[in-house]
């Protein structure tokens, strides 16, 4: 089975094709002209995967020694997302599977996170414990089976990534914020300051916007970004990165007590994270639970974990027609759905 998959939801334009059960591209073009504008500027997104996306087709073509009218499955990501960034890769993949009479699946963005340690050697055992963490998601999941997901919480505000890059901004370190601060963090001390880690209790759902309030209230209180030095400023990305991720760690192991799983899985532009990667490993050491942490290739955005996903639905006898709308928000999620499905987990 060959599967083509496409992924625009975003500032990454991908291409990536399964081949029998392996990967054999999944090409990426990231979209860094943004970094100047401090954030995705969606318009100029939408234009940026029109250029690209047919050439990027071609080389993957190229690179995976297939032809278009080789292809039995076409995936492409319809939400949640930039709506016009969407349009360009769902309506690429609608003509494609039109001419070539192909099989086509509409993927959730989310979705495709979820199932990606599927593309490692050592794969996620159901049920698993997922956490989800991106520039604009963090969801806990229970995810029983391919076709079973359960939403135990999810963030109340800000999304993980989305607070790495809002307080990497307030620091003037640029953007994508995460690896930015990651990388400052390493030369700082991160007991110098400290940042709430927010525990919202009874729940599984998370909250970041206070734990950014306080980074920039600390600013202020120190005179402004201009009087902090380089010393200053690491030891403010490490108190703050150590926040944060402890309040995401302490949700995945409150679920861990609570939940009777077989693996975790973090997934998700934040799992490149280090330092979460480090505490996760010690939890998951703790519990005697495998972890699954994508490589880098498959945590940030990519359309291998499209394919992947649009192969897993079209096992279970997922088709969709070619009128199928994107759709920009999680609340149109699928997967919200099945969590009916799930009782008493
Ligand atoms: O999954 P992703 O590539 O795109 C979305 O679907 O959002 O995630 C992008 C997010 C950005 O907010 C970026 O700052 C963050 O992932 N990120 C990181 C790291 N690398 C990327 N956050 C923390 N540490 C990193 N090393
Ligand atoms: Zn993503």
Wanted: charge should be neutral; aromatic fraction near 8%; hydrophobic fraction near 40%.
């Amino acid at each position: 089975m060959i599967t083509l998959g496409i992924e625009t939801s975003c500032d990454e334009t991908s291409i990536a094709i399964i081949k029998n059960g392996i990967v054999s591209a999944n090409l990426v073009s990231s979209q860094d002209f943004h970094k100047k504008y401090g954030g995705v500027v969606p318009e100029l997104s939408s234009r940026a995967h029109i250029q690209i996306i047919a050439p990027l087709l071609k080389d993957a073509l190229r690179k995976s020694e297939v032809s278009l009218e080789n292809i039995d499955l076409i995936g492409a990501t319809a939400g949640p997302g930039l709506i016009g960034a969407l349009l360009v890769g769902l309506t690429f993949a609608k003509g494609l599977a039109l001419s070539l009479e192909k099989d086509f699946i509409a993927v959730n963005h989310i979705e495709g996170h979820i199932f990606s340690g599927f593309l490692m050697k050592q794969n996620p055992e159901f049920p698993y414990l997922c956490l989800v963490v991106s520039g604009g998601h963090t969801l806990l999941i229970y995810v029983k089976s391919f076709s079973e997901l359960c939403k135990l919480g999810s963030t109340v505000d800000d999304a993980a990534g989305e607070a790495f890059d809002k307080v990497a901004k307030l620091l003037g370190l640029g953007y994508p914020g995460g690896p930015k601060i990651q990388e400052t963090s390493k030369y700082g001390d991160d007991n110098r300051i400290k940042f709430p880690v927010t525990d919202l209790k009874n729940s599984f759902n998370f909250s970041f916007s206070g734990l950014k309030t306080s980074v920039l209230r600390y600013i202020q209180s120190q005179g402004g970004i201009e009087k902090l030095d380089t010393q200053h400023i690491c030891d403010i990305s490490a108190s703050f990165q150590k926040a944060l991720v402890n309040s995401l760690t302490l949700k995945l192991e409150e679920a861990l007590k609570k939940f009777n799983v077989n693996s975790i899985s973090i997934v998700g532009g934040v799992a490149a994270n280090d330092l979460l990667k480090e505490i996760s490993f010690k939890i998951a050491d703790k519990y005697q639970k495998k972890l699954i942490i994508p490589s880098l290739e498959f945590c940030g955005d990519n359309a291998a974990m499209i394919a992947f996903r649009a192969e897993t639905l079209y096992k279970i006898g997922r088709r969709d027609k070619l009128n199928f709308k994107p759709y920009p928000s999680i609340d149109n999620n699928s997967f919200l759905d099945s969590s009916k499905l799930i009782e008493g987990i």
